[in-house]
């Protein structure tokens, strides 16, 4: 006798898809945090995750775009975590202090130092390292700045290139971290520096010295 065996909803195969791909991604994670990008082959990392060469290339065309993945879910959890931290904060301008100190304690971790500021650029290039990054973390930058310019914390201005510029100076900051041979005292050092960066950033001339000044040019 035959047996007609119905064919998994689409719902269920959706679902069934999804959570393939998620176990390949953390799996992948794990090794490429502890090992690097150059340290780990895609036989171990389908061993490891119970699955077979050909579920992972059904989901990732290779190695190098497992690894982007791997490097966007990390970039999205950070700033999941920044904007919880952020959401917190007193005012824009606390939040932008507090969302910067947690970037940098969050480079204190080797997995995130391998994976997102030393293997990421290097394995994906300039271009799509930084498009994935601006993707995540360029929107919480620049609507912290828009509050805060709203606020009158910050003179007003564009604030989508001074995003791009603080952006661009976190990335610096995390990178002097993570080549440090102390990273501890690297992160404070760097972590001063910063703060002089937002407190000139964020100061403003007391009340009537810009008129002033303006009358006399």
């Known amino acids: 006798m035959t047996v007609n065996r119905k064919a998994d909803p689409p719902s269920r195969q959706a679902a069934q898809s999804a959570a393939t791909r998620a176990e390949l991604v953390a799996t992948a ?3 490429f ?3 690097g990008y150059a340290g780990v082959g895609t036989e171990e990392i389908v061993r490891a ?3 077979t060469r050909g579920a992972l290339y059904h989901h990732f065309a290779d190695k190098r775009d497992l690894f ?3 490097y966007e879910d990390l970039e999205r959890e950070l700033v999941e975590e920044l904007g919880a931290i952020a959401a917190g904060a007193r005012d824009p301008a606390h939040a932008l202090r507090l969302g910067a100190g947690a970037f940098l304690d969050a480079c204190l971790d080797p997995a995130t130092q391998r994976i997102v500021l030393i293997d990421a650029p ?3 290039g300039y271009e799509r390292w930084r498009e994935i990054a601006e ?3 360029l929107g919480i930058i620049e609507a912290t700045l828009a509050a805060a310019v709203e606020a009158g914390q910050l003179p007003p201005q564009p ?3 001074l995003a791009h510029m603080l952006l661009g100076a976190l990335d610096e900051a995390g990178l002097f971290v993570a080549r440090a041979d102390d990273v501890a005292a690297a992160r404070a050092e760097v972590g001063r520096s910063l703060d002089r960066l937002l407190d000139a950033l964020l100061a403003r001339p007391p009340a009537g010295r810009g008129r002033r000044a303006a009358r006399r040019r």
């Open 29 to 31: 994670r794990q090794r």
């Open 33 to 35: 945090g502890a090992q």
């Open 49 to 51: 995750a119970g699955m």
């Open 68 to 70: 982007a993945a791997v």
């Open 122 to 124: 290097a394995v994906l």
């Open 135 to 137: 993707r995540y973390g």
């Open 159 to 161: 604030v989508k290139p």
